[in-house]
Nanobody
């Protein structure tokens, strides 16, 4: 069983919206910071958004700020990424990430030790 499981990816036209979900396994300890990263073939995963456990410190990459919204429901052990006004450059595999370390948020890959399997998002022109 995976610690993090993403869902909600798909094909959407530019300007459209998608909502990604990430479910945290019941057997996993509390995730403090959680984030979303995007990866395209041949490139390293890059940061998109992150949120603290108390939800009061969201961080966004400049490229998605104002269009993406990260949120979480700790009671349901879920994290979400609402993606609006999508652009073709948002295409990629989106990975949910989490850390059990007591940090507020992290924009770095090394800040997370738990990763999901990824969900494909394709934005067509």
């Amino acid at each position: 069983q995976e610690d993090l499981v993403e869902s909600g990816g798909g094909l959407v036209q530019a300007g459209g919206s998608l909502r990604l979900s990430c479910a945290v396994s019941p057997r996993t300890f509390i995730m403090h910071a959680m984030g979303w990263f995007r990866q395209v073939p041949g490139k390293e995963r890059e940061f998109a958004a992150a949120i603290s456990y108390t939800c009061d410190i969201p961080h966004y990459a400049d490229s998605v700020n104002g269009r993406f919204t990260i949120s979480r429901d700790n009671a349901k052990r879920m994290v979400f990424l609402q993606m609006d006004s999508l652009k073709t450059e948002n295409t990629g595999v989106y990975y949910c990430a989490g850390t059990g370390r007591r940090v507020l948020t992290s924009t770095q890959l090394k800040g997370y030790e738990y990763w999901g399997q990824g969900t494909q998002v394709t934005v067509s022109s």
